[in-house]
């Protein structure tokens, strides 16, 4: 019954800026782990920046650190990637994750697919040169 859906993707040139939304319902309760991923033709889904909710700690791919921000709104089921200065590179497919599994923080991996179970049908970001 989770449910996650992605909104805010779009076309926008390089340098340009862009900010995806991801609603959530249907939460058995709050969440662990929560995020955005991308995926690009031809390439694996990768893990752009996400947050471990029980210690508020956030985590971003090297290729966006400085670029996007993640942050959730006053609704906790509201979660946001802040995109700026966008590059031909980060043209991609934008998922939305979860997970509500409670793991301690050493045992987390937050930037690999593999720890999430609930995903949104993704929204597409396209930026040209």
């Known amino acids: 019954q989770v449910q996650l859906v992605e909104s805010g993707g779009g076309s926008v040139q390089a340098g340009g800026s862009l900010r995806v939304s991801c609603v959530g319902s249907?939460?058995?309760?709050?969440?662990?782990?929560m995020g955005w991923f991308r995926q690009a033709p031809g390439k694996e889904r990768e893990g752009v920046a996400t947050?471990?909710?029980?210690?508020?700690?956030?985590y971003y791919a090297d290729s966006v650190k400085g670029r996007f921000t993640i942050s959730q709104g006053n609704a906790k089921n509201t979660v946001y990637l802040q995109m700026n200065n966008l590059e031909p590179e980060d043209t991609a497919m934008y998922y939305c994750?979860?997970?509500?599994?409670?793991?301690?923080?050493?045992?987390?991996?937050?930037?690999?697919?593999?720890?999430?179970?609930?995903w949104g049908q993704g929204t597409q970001v396209t930026v040209s040169s």
């Open positions: 994750a979860a997970d509500f599994r409670w793991r301690p923080m050493t045992d987390i991996q937050p930037l690999e697919v593999h720890s999430y179970n609930y």
């Open positions: 249907g939460y058995p309760g709050n969440p662990s782990l």
């Open positions: 947050f471990y909710t029980g210690r508020a700690t956030t």
